[in-house]
């Protein structure tokens, strides 16, 4: 069979060969043989028996191989084609390679329409934050995280899209079913924005416009600067100008200053210490108009008396008045003595001296108060009588009532001192001072065991003896 591609002449010939293009091995040992002849050498082939084939492809501009020889792009027509059966052949980049067999017949031209397929891309396309549009080539191809099996070849442009965020134009080049990747991340168009105050609750104003309470988030804030207000009942508004920018996260942090209000603290009885969130301020009743709004915790605590909390706010312009009840957690002694000036001891701690009643050998009573429940020791002291020691239980709110008597310890009867009532000798008496009185009457023991009291007006002189 000889085969031909079109009207074989020898400029073709060498051209194929210098050119390095080989020939099926039929046709080019026919080629060579033909240039030793002199037909050949002058120009002239001797006739054959061909046909045409005229090949188009959709789309057009396909290099076209008949029998693996390179005829051209298409459309093109393939000339002096030996009657019989063809291999026909299309590429073109992007597309996938078509090929066809032709019959053909002596003197006959055919058209061959070959349809090429064009290659599909893997293309995978992300987004942080997911959701957003693809478009390609102006279509919406639909949203992220998106895999495409039919992505078309070649070099091609994306925009990836979200609301509230902006826009992104990615460049990428498909050329076979190579997976491809894109991940892009988009950056909001507004800015993100945390306030905090303390005291929390503040209202927040962006613009003249009420926005929330502290602590706020706000995700979508237009870009530029603003003007920000915080302002909470009992403090100084805050004020300040802040700048955002796109895909910005901001914080604001403000610590509200608070305005004076009034308090007033009484307790009943008065007299009781009063504390501020344990900060010792005065005694009640306690005024006070500078007081700095907020939450108190006042606690009061009187001598004797359970101690006691309230907790409640001060607000600027308002007066805010607290009032106690005490409840009396201790007990009261009310002790008297013979003789009078006696020394009192509760607890190892000395109280005080029990007092002369007038001229009388029984004491006032004193009083000790605020003596916590519980047991507790009394001790009587006198020198040269002796000491006495008791046990009292206290319950609150009770007053016990003591009396004691001492016992004077027996010593020597030695006079220490002569008082004189007069001139005479009958006035004048030896002893020994036991009591002083508070009116300046005096006891002596004149005898042992023998005592008499003389008036502070009877007395005319006194006189010590020495030892």
């Not at 895909?247 to 007299?271: D, M, Y």
């Not at 029990?354 to 519980?374: L, V, Y």
């Amino acid at each position: 069979m000889k085969r031909t591609c079109s009207s074989i002449q020898r400029s073709e010939i060498r051209g194929q060969i210098t050119t390095g293009r080989w020939l099926p091995a039929f046709c080019l040992l026919t080629s060579v043989f033909c240039l030793l002849l002199p037909a050949c050498r002058q120009g002239e082939l001797a006739p054959a028996k061909t046909g045409q084939i005229y090949v188009t492809t959709d789309p057009a501009g396909a290099t076209l191989f008949c029998d693996s020889v390179s005829c051209g792009n298409t459309p093109a027509t393939i000339t002096s084609v030996a009657a019989g059966n063809h291999l026909l052949v299309v590429r073109k980049p992007g597309y996938r390679e078509t090929r066809a067999t032709v019959t053909t017949k002596t003197g006959e031209r055919i058209a061959v329409e070959l349809g090429l397929e064009a290659l599909k891309g893997l293309v995978l396309v992300q987004s942080d934050p997911a959701g957003a549009d693809v478009e390609l080539d102006g279509v919406n191809i639909g949203k992220t995280p998106l895999l495409s099996h039919d992505f078309p070849p070649g070099e091609k442009r994306l925009q990836i899209s979200m609301p509230g965020h902006i826009s992104k134009t990615v460049n990428l080049n498909v050329e076979d079913r190579t997976p491809v990747k894109v991940a892009v991340s988009l950056v909001s168009d507004s800015a993100e924005l945390f306030v905090e105050s303390a005291p929390a609750g503040a209202m927040v104003t962006i613009d003249n416009s009420a926005a929330g309470t502290t602590p706020l988030k706000l995700t979508e804030v237009k870009t530029g600067k603003h003007t920000l207000e915080l302002a909470l009942k009992g403090h100084l508004p805050i004020q300040q100008e802040i700048t955002l920018q796109a895909g910005e996260k901001q914080k604001i942090s403000s610590t509200l200053k608070p305005l004076p209000g009034k308090l007033a603290v009484l307790s009943r009885p008065p007299g009781a210490r009063v504390y501020l969130n344990n900060q010792l301020k005065a005694e009640t009743p306690f005024n006070s108009t500078n007081i700095p709004s907020g939450q108190y915790v006042i606690r009061v605590e009187l001598q004797g008396h359970d101690p006691q909390s309230q907790t409640n706010n001060v607000v600027f312009g308002e007066e805010t008045t607290v009032e106690f009840q005490m409840v009396k957690s201790s007990g009261t002694l009310l002790i008297s003595t013979m003789p009078p000036e006696i020394n009192l001891y509760l607890d190892g701690e000395f109280r005080g001296t029990t007092k002369a009643r007038g001229n009388e050998q029984i004491s006032d009573q004193f009083q000790i108060d605020f003596i916590p429940r519980g047991r507790h020791q009394l001790q009587f002291t006198k020198q040269g009588y002796y000491d006495v020691q008791r046990v009292v239980d206290i319950m609150p709110k009770q007053n016990v009532i003591l009396h004691e008597k001492l016992v004077m310890r027996p010593v020597p009867f030695v006079p220490n001192v002569i008082i004189r009532t007069g001139d005479k000798p009958e006035q004048a008496f030896k002893g020994i001072i036991r009591e002083k009185y508070a009116n300046g009457d005096i006891k002596v023991e004149i005898e042992a065991g023998i005592f008499k009291t003389f008036g502070k007006n009877e007395i005319t002189s006194m006189e010590t003896i020495r030892p």
